[in-house]
Antibody
Framework: EVQLVESGGGLVQAGGSLRLSCAASGFTLSNYWMSWVRQAPGKGLEWVATITQDGSEEFYVDSVKGRFTISRDNAQNSLYLQMNSLRAEDMALYYC???????WGQGTLVTVSS | QAGLTQPPSVSKGLRQTATLTCTGNSNNVGYQGAPWLQQHQGHPPKLLSYRNNNRPSGISERFSASRSGNTASLTITGLQPEDEADYYCSAWDSSLRAWVFGGGTKLTVL
C-alpha cells in the first residue's frame, strides 16, 4: 500500500523557516516525480513544487521561487521542502504528492504569524 | 501561473447525472489530458482519473472522464449522497513546467 506521511509543519513567525519532510513507503520512490501541493484554509489546491526522479530538475510556482527548495533522498525514501522567508500567504496545509497526483499524504499544517 | 477554469458549483438530484467541466489550453489540458481529483471536507484529495481518462483501482465506474480539445469533463452517473464533494481538475503545463489546477467545483447532491 502506498503511504505518504508528512511532518515538520508548525507555527512560525513571518520571515522564519521550516523544513517539511515526507516519508514514502509501499513503492519505489526513485521511479516517480514527486510534488508538494498546498491548500490554504477554505481555499483550493495550489501546486508548489515538483522534482524529477533523480532530483536533476526542480520546478516551482512563481510565488515561492528563491524562497523554497524541494529535494529528495531516494535511499531514505524521503521528500523534503525547505521553506525560508515565510510569509502570511504561505500558511496552508502542505501535501506530499506522488506524480501524476495519484497518491496524497494527509498533509502537514504550516501556520505563519505576523 | 494561470489556472484551469471550472464552474464554482453544480447541483443535481439524487440518482441523476452530473457533468463537470474544466477548460485549459493546448499547453495543459490539450497537451496530456487532465487528472480529476475528489476532495471531501477534512480529507486529502483522491485521484478519480488519470490524464488518459483511466480510473485508478477502486474508483467506481460511475465516474468517467473525457477530453475534447482543451476541455476536460468528468461525468458522474447515478449520483449518491457520498458524491457530494469538491472536484478539482489538474494538468501538467508543458510551457510553464508546472502543475496547474482548476479552482474546484462544489457538487451538491439534492
Amino acid at each position: 500500500e502506498v503511504q505518504l506521511v508528512e511532518s515538520g509543519g508548525g507555527l512560525v513567525q513571518a520571515g522564519g523557516s521550516l523544513r517539511l519532510s515526507c516519508a514514502a513507503s509501499g513503492f519505489t520512490l526513485s521511479n516517480y516525480w514527486m510534488s508538494w501541493v498546498r491548500q490554504a484554509p477554505g481555499k483550493g489546491l495550489e501546486w508548489v513544487a515538483t522534482i524529477t526522479q533523480d532530483g536533476s530538475e526542480e520546478f516551482y510556482v512563481d510565488s515561492v521561487k528563491g524562497r523554497f527548495t524541494i529535494s529528495r533522498d531516494n535511499a531514505q525514501n524521503s521528500l523534503y521542502l525547505q521553506m525560508n522567508s515565510l510569509r502570511a500567504e504561505d500558511m496552508a496545509l502542505y501535501y506530499c504528492v506522488r506524480d501524476p497526483l495519484d497518491s496524497w499524504g494527509q498533509g502537514t499544517l504550516v501556520t505563519v504569524s505576523s | 501561473q494561470a489556472g484551469l477554469t471550472q464552474p464554482p458549483s453544480v447541483s443535481k438530484g439524487l440518482r441523476q447525472t452530473a457533468t463537470l467541466t474544466c477548460t485549459g489550453n493546448s499547453n495543459n489540458v490539450g497537451y496530456q489530458g487532465a487528472p480529476w481529483l475528489q476532495q471531501h471536507q477534512g480529507h486529502p484529495p483522491k485521484l478519480l482519473s488519470y490524464r488518459n481518462n483511466n480510473r485508478p483501482s477502486g474508483i467506481s465506474e460511475r465516474f468517467s472522464a473525457s477530453r475534447s480539445g482543451n476541455t476536460a469533463s468528468l461525468t458522474i452517473t447515478g449520483l449518491q449522497p457520498e458524491d457530494e464533494a469538491d472536484y478539482y481538475c489538474s494538468a501538467w503545463d508543458s510551457s510553464l513546467r508546472a502543475w496547474v489546477f482548476g479552482g474546484g467545483t462544489k457538487l451538491t447532491v439534492l
